[in-house]
């Protein structure tokens, strides 16, 4: 188990090192906009209540819908 961490670790630490040359040989890389930032948090928040709300309905009516 210790050499798949050990593995996994050194393919992080390489893919961000080749992440920061990439970032010093080309520096502008058309960073995302502040809007697309929040149109995404707010799609996500979004999935992620309608998705506890639907689990919330189902605990809550389990042994109802177990006749259907």
């Known amino acids: 188990m210790k050499n798949a961490s050990a593995r996994v ?3 992080l ?3 961000w090192n080749e992440g920061l040359e990439e970032a010093r040989r080309n ?3 058309g960073d995302i906009s ?3 930032v929040i149109i995404w948090v707010a799609a996500v928040t979004g999935a992620v209540v309608i998705a506890g709300s639907i689990a ?3 605990a809550k009516y389990n042994g109802q819908l177990s006749g259907l």
Request: a positive charge.
């Open 13 to 15: 630490a390489a893919r």
């Open 56 to 58: 919330i309905v189902i």
């Open 27 to 29: 520096p502008d890389r």
């Open 34 to 36: 502040t809007t697309t």
């Open 9 to 11: 670790v050194h393919w």
